[in-house]
């Protein structure tokens, strides 16, 4: 078992040298070299030319291109997992920086080949995609050419690419490094934004109260910046989705996640109707756990009481992953080995350290790196599983190319999400105590209520604050009131939220880096909420490695298909509002369980 705080040196940091030895090495100057050179003859060969190639000559094209973006995205992943693992050193946010902008101006040579391609009329698209030489492209061209009707003249998409290194992505770096140098100061202890959060889950009131009240008070601290920030980005946005034609502020998010609008409205009409089965009559169950009327906030993660608190080791953590990984799929099991045994994780806490987690897919050539930041708590268990997730699933899509490798956001939560559900489910089979068995499956059940519900009233606010934004500017207070109304309508009445709870909106990095991006988690967790159901069955008939097999392929497919014909060997269909009712009633179950426990 470990102690309560992980000790740094236990702690692996990934191993980046299957890049490049450092930023200062002499090959990232060649491989930029190679790819102005690549890009030179690229333009060369294809430029005003893309609409008379025969199906022969764009297959070459294709390939290519793909070869290009490979390198390019080999040289952008370096640079951003440099950055994020310290954000502090001047000399790597300087790197990070000049390689942004380099791939910025190549990139911008690079952009009209797309949109040659979309230029090509749908009569002779369709005959030209259908040729048996460009099948296996046919779905990277298909996606490709849905944002036909949102593309613009050729100077106007390549001025929008190039100034956005000088704005978007600039303003991106500013709220970064400003949530990095965050200090908060918390038992004479000066902690970054990840430890604080941490102790939000301690099993001490006055330590999670201290802890929330010093979080809310440095980010009030610093409100204005974060108001301008989110400001500037909501504005910037409008702009470009009215120039676009895009008819709502989360339209170009579904285009690019492969997801009809109706979907997606329905799955957040579907869990809001839900809060009261689901936040809200948990949250009056657990204030009853603790003795009390009403949750404070940053009661909302505490422990339940009179539960002997469970730390984990590192290498405890990594064993039950595996272990659970290892008994779902040998293959999943094997491929997530991998990534403990090549340092592909990075997964101490330093001061400059992005916080949070996430799994780079990188490029194809290379492999995914996951960041993590491990405390030795459940909760970092579930992240650790969930960020594999990711990870094997990346590893598993690589043979498809760098054009149709990458999965759309609302598909890419399937393996993280299912991981997670594979290792809450080995946690609680191992453990024969009661009251700890209680403590994992009411972990579980918060867990999920912070996957689905948090994230769409997330979803919530941000359509809110983009949509206000458009009347003009919002105060700092205006755009607290609206976190706060969210909120409250997704935790209800037995959560008392306070004054400085209005500011916590102002860390979550999806509002920046990526708009509308949170509803990707409350698909993601209703579509494996019902895709376990569906494995659960399957393996009472004795089918498990029937499952797996299709499983599998579905991970690797990567983004050759839409969320219908993915799902459909397992007899599911996300258009319709029984799939999400379906997947919102497993969390109700296991609150049914809690219950009567």
């Not at 609409?51 to 490979?70: N, R, V």
């Not at 980010?219 to 980005?233: D, V």
């Not at 839900?274 to 906030?297: M, P, S, V």
């Not at 290379?366 to 993590?372: A, S």
Request: charged share 25%.
């Amino acid at each position: 078992m470990a102690t309560a705080a992980q000790k740094k040196s236990d702690l692996p940091s990934w191993n980046l040298k299957d890049f490049y030895e450092s930023y200062d090495s002499a090959k990232v100057q060649q491989d930029i070299k190679m790819a102005k050179s690549k890009i030179a003859k690229f333009v060369k060969d294809y430029s005003g030319k893309v609409a008379k190639l025969t199906p022969k000559e764009f297959l070459k094209s294709i390939s290519e291109y793909e070869q290009i973006s490979d390198l390019l995205g080999k040289l952008g992943s370096y640079a951003q997992l440099l950055y994020a693992a310290d954000m502090s050193k001047p000399a790597i946010a300087q790197f990070y920086q000049n390689i942004q902008e380099t791939l910025t101006v190549l990139s911008s040579d690079l952009l009209f080949y797309t949109l040659s391609i979309n230029k090509i009329s749908d009569a002779q698209a369709k005959k030209l995609f259908s040729s048996s030489e460009l099948a296996h492209y046919a779905p990277w061209l298909r996606e490709l050419r849905a944002l036909k009707p949102y593309q613009l003249s050729d100077e106007i998409e390549k001025l929008l690419h190039e100034k956005q290194v000088a704005g978007r992505a600039a303003w991106s770096r500013h709220y970064d490094e400003t949530v990095g140098g965050l200090i908060f100061t918390i038992g004479k202890k000066e902690l970054s934004l990840e430890q604080a959060l941490h102790l939000m889950s301690d099993t001490r009131e006055e330590v999670r109260k201290e802890a929330a009240l010093e979080i809310g008070r440095i980010l009030e601290k610093n409100i204005k910046t974060f108001s301008l920030i989110t400001n500037t980005l909501a504005k910037d946005k409008e702009i470009e989705d009215q120039w676009r034609g895009f008819k709502r502020p989360i339209s170009s998010r579904n285009i690019a996640n492969q997801v009809e609008d109706e979907v997606v409205d329905a799955l957040i009409a579907t869990v809001r109707k839900n809060y009261g089965n689901l936040t809200h009559r948990y949250y009056k169950l657990k204030a009853k756990w603790l003795g009390k009327k009403q949750l404070a906030y940053w009661d909302r993660a505490a422990p339940l009481p009179k539960v002997p608190e469970r730390s984990y080791s590192w290498d405890e953590a990594k064993e039950v992953v595996l272990s659970s990984y290892m008994a779902f799929s040998p293959t999943l099991g094997k491929l997530g080995k991998q990534f403990f045994d090549k340092y592909w994780i990075d997964a101490a806490i330093r001061p400059g350290k992005a916080p949070g987690a996430f799994a780079h897919p990188c490029v194809p050539s290379v492999h995914p790196y996951l960041l993590v930041n491990f405390q030795g708590k459940a909760r970092d268990v579930m992240t650790l599983a969930h960020e594999l997730g990711h990870g094997v699933h990346q590893v598993l899509a690589a043979k498809q190319g760098g054009l149709l490798a990458d999965t759309a956001l609302t598909l890419a939560e399937t393996a993280s999400v299912f991981g997670e559900q594979l290792t809450f489910r080995e946690m609680l089979r191992r453990e024969k105590n009661p009251e700890r068995r209680k403590s994992i499956l009411a972990g579980k059940v918060e867990d999920m209520l912070a996957t689905v519900a948090r994230q769409i009233a997330m979803c919530e606010f941000e359509v809110c604050v983009h949509d206000q934004r458009k009347k003009g500017e919002l105060t700092s207070e205006q755009i607290g009131q609206i976190w706060v109304d969210v909120q409250s309508e997704a935790l209800g009445s037995h959560v008392k939220l306070t004054q400085e709870y209005r500011h916590f909106w102002a860390y979550i990095p999806h509002f920046i880096h990526t708009p509308f991006y949170v509803y990707a988690y409350a698909f993601g967790d209703c579509l494996v909420n019902s895709l376990y159901s569906a494995y659960e069955k399957e393996s009472k008939k004795g089918n498990a490695q029937v499952f797996e097999k299709k499983y599998i392929a579905m991970l690797s497919s990567g983004g050759r298909y839409r969320h219908k014909e993915l799902l459909k060997p397992f007899g599911l269909d996300a258009s319709k509002s029984s799939f999400w009712q379906g997947g919102l009633d497993v969390i109700a179950g296991m609150i049914d369980e809690l219950e009567k426990m």
